[in-house]
């Protein structure tokens, strides 16, 4: 049985990645799940899977060496997918040490670990072991807003928030171990997600959850910025299509030429949510384009990104399958079904959720 070793589990991505993998493989695989829980790592994400008797949950935080080496020792994994990461760029600009700390030194540990673990006395490493490190398509940059140029693999790195600093940061880690060491690995860089367990600091849960509240709909500058949106089970797939068919070594970008200015965002979830909510939900007097506030910009805001994810498609087989529309919908399905999730959210109150599972084993 091929074990998995998945940081940041607890987190949007990880949490619907581990879903897909035991909807896929079931039984056939065991993942061990490393996560620190910060604000943004949250257990309930997981409710549905943690009594598998092939899954563990271990709360250890990846810039500790000895507790990353200690999973290393006590088991052995066939496949590192490198999660764990401080992933909001508004929190970057605030507060950027803690972005290099777990952004970088966290995946330096995490690269010298598997080495270590892998390594064979001539240099070479263990027959099917893979490492692949996950990451975002603003280690690029910014786009022009032509609507015709495209982030590719070879597009040079030029991140300008500290967030992407960082990510580019460890991307160039992995690539240096590649160069290096030869060691077997894979970067994805992916575009923005969307979906169920998405934190609502993110563009599309903090604006379905303030408009069913009534609450203003803060629009950095003047909205017209682009991102290129992907449903997250599609992501999901796309990572563990790479891990399995892809050429070691190699990086990949994934996106579903799905581009949308954060206006146009705004607007779909406001029809859709008019759309979804029965007549008599008495959310639905709270919905409304008035509560649509531009406010001060984003330092440093980049204006477009946009993936050509020709190569996956190629090499790979891999095209996103989620049309936004239908995407959209699942997502506000599932936050209508997950109020008491989205309460506890932003009460802070799943801390205690770990508190309770978890302090007692
Ligand atoms: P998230 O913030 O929802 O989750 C991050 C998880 O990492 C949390 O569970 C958190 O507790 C855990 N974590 C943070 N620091 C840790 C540490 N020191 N040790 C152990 N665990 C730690 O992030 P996400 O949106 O799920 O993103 C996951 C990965 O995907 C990140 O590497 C991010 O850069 C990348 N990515 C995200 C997007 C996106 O749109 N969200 C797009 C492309 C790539
Ligand atoms: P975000 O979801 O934070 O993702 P990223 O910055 O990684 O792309 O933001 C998506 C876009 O939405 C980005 O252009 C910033 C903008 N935005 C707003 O206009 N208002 C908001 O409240 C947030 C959180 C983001």
């Known amino acids: 049985m091929r074990t998995y070793l998945v940081t940041g589990g607890a987190g949007f991505i990880g949490s619907n990645y581990i879903h897909y993998m035991f909807r896929k493989y079931d039984n056939e695989i065991r993942i061990i799940n490393v996560d620190v829980l910060t604000y943004a790592g949250n257990l309930?994400?997981?409710?549905?899977?943690?009594?598998?008797?092939?899954?563990?949950?271990?709360?250890?935080?990846?810039?500790?060496?000895?507790?990353?080496?200690?999973?290393?020792?006590?088991?052995?994994?066939?496949?590192?997918?490198?999660?764990?990461?401080?992933?909001?760029?508004?929190?970057?600009?605030?507060?950027?040490e803690?972005?290099?700390?777990?952004?970088?030194?966290?995946?330096?540990?995490?690269?010298?670990?598997?080495?270590?673990?892998?390594?064979?006395p001539d240099g070479s490493f263990k027959e099917g072991k893979k490492f692949l490190h996950v990451s975002t398509d603003e280690v690029y940059g910014s786009l022009p807003d032509d609507g015709t140029s495209y982030?590719?693999?070879?597009?040079?790195?030029?991140?300008?928030?500290?967030?992407?600093?960082?990510?580019?940061?460890?991307d160039m880690l992995v690539k240096a171990y590649i160069d290096t060491y030869k060691f077997p690995a894979n970067i994805t860089n992916c575009s923005n997600n969307y979906g169920p367990y998405q934190f609502p600091e993110k563009l599309i849960p903090l604006i379905i959850n303030n408009a069913l509240q009534g609450k203003k709909l803060p629009v950095y500058g003047n909205g017209m910025n682009i991102r290129d949106w992907l449903y997250v089970d599609d992501h999901a797939k796309g990572i563990d299509m790479v891990q399995e068919k892809g050429k070691l070594g190699e990086?990949?970008?994934?996106?579903?030429?799905?581009?949308?200015?954060?206006?146009?965002?705004?607007?779909?979830?406001?029809?859709?949510?008019?759309?979804?909510?029965?007549?008599?939900?008495?959310?639905?007097?709270?919905v409304s384009e008035d509560l649509i506030t531009y406010v001060e910009d984003r330092k440093g805001h980049d204006i477009r990104y946009a993936i050509a994810p020709d190569k996956i498609k190629a090499e790979i087989g891999w095209e996103p399958e989620t049309m936004f529309a239908e995407g959209i919908k699942k997502t506000i399905a599932w936050f209508f079904e997950h109020e008491d999730w989205m309460k506890n959210v932003t009460s802070g109150d799943y801390q205690k959720y770990y508190e309770s599972m978890y302090n007692n084993r």
């Open 151 to 170: 982030f590719y693999e070879t597009t040079p790195y030029s991140p300008h928030s500290p967030y992407s600093a960082s990510k580019a940061s460890s």
């Open 251 to 286: 990086t990949y970008n994934i996106g579903g030429h799905n581009e949308k200015r954060n206006i146009e965002i705004i607007h779909i979830i406001l029809d859709t949510l008019k759309e979804m909510l029965p007549e008599n939900d008495p959310r639905r007097a709270n």
């Open 98 to 120: 803690v972005f290099v700390k777990t952004n970088v030194l966290g995946t330096a540990v995490m690269l010298n670990c598997a080495k270590a673990a892998w390594e064979l």
């Open 44 to 96: 309930e994400n997981l409710k549905d899977i943690e009594d598998r008797d092939n899954y563990t949950f271990i709360r250890a935080d990846i810039t500790d060496k000895d507790a990353i080496q200690k999973i290393f020792d006590e088991n052995d994994i066939d496949r590192v997918v490198h999660f764990a990461a401080e992933s909001h760029v508004d929190r970057s600009i605030k507060n950027p």
